[in-house]
T-cell receptor, first 112, second 114 residues
Framework: DAKTTQPPSMDCAEGRAANLPCNHSTISGNEYVYWYRQIHSQGPQYIIH???NNETNEMASLIITEDRKSSTLILPHATLRDTAVYYC?????????????FGSGTRLQVQP | DTEVTQTPKHLVMGMTNKKSLKCEQHMGHRAMYWYKQKAKKPPELMFVYSYEKLSINESVPSRFSPECPNSSLLNLHLHALQPEDSALYLC?????????????FGEGSRLTVL
């Protein structure tokens, strides 16, 4: 699976949009971009994933550049409960034979 | 039911003890995973079971012994552990036929080895 690069930490004001970047310059054509987050002492939680197109769900939006070498996770109105470590992962989607490989992630601190 | 349930939530054991961690899901997922997470580090893959057969073992020491007795249940048997094995052990499941590749994680079992 392709490796990802994320900033180790970010701050965001409550109510503002949190934009978390991820570089994945070695991504291959059949690899998806996944985002998970892990709130302190809990298991990781799936947020969103995408292949080429931008995606949006009730939790977040995912913006993938046209060359697919980077992406941004957007939390439109961050709350204190969004304080967590956010992991950007690239991998093939279609199989249980390969597992998620977590990088170091970005520790997002939402400030009141 | 979209939950992965792990028991116990906390476990303290001595280095000579034998204990087990249990993971259960009723989503019909046929891929199940064990991850180990040390403090302030990302989760690290230990084992993957696909259709109840071990498909990945990430060179985990034999003092950790996984077992998948049926499609809903995953165990991790622990024996002669070391203090450095103290960590959060996470279980996850996935529908290997699904096209999202989403993993569902449990809350973890926090293990302390004395």
């Amino acid at each position: 699976d392709a490796k990802t690069t994320q900033p180790p930490s970010m701050d965001c004001a409550e109510g503002r949009a949190a934009n978390l970047p991820c570089n994945h310059s070695t991504i291959s054509g059949n690899e998806y971009v996944y985002w998970y987050r892990q709130i302190h002492s809990q298991g990781p939680q799936y947020i969103i994933h995408g292949l080429k197109n931008n995606e949006t769900n009730e939790m977040a939006s995912l913006i993938i550049t046209e060359d697919r070498k980077s992406s941004t996770l957007i939390l439109p109105h961050a709350t204190l409960r969004d304080t967590a470590v956010y992991y950007c992962i690239v991998r093939e989607a279609d199989t249980g034979r390969r597992a998620l490989t977590f990088g170091s992630g970005t520790r997002l601190q939402v400030q009141p | 039911d979209t939950e992965v349930t792990q028991t116990p939530k906390h476990l303290v054991m001595g280095m000579t003890n034998k204990k087990s961690l249990k993971c259960e899901q009723h989503m019909g997922h046929r891929a199940m995973y064990w991850y180990k997470q040390k403090a302030k580090k990302p989760p690290e893959l230990m084992f993957v079971y696909s259709y109840e057969k071990l498909s990945i073992n990430e060179s985990v020491p034999s003092r950790f012994s996984p077992e998948c007795p049926n499609s809903s249940l995953l165990n991790l048997h622990l024996h002669a552990l070391q203090p450095e094995d103290s960590a959060l052990y996470l279980c996850a499941s996935q529908n290997p036929r699904g096209n999202t590749g989403e993993l569902f994680f449990g809350e973890g079992s926090r293990l302390t080895v004395l």
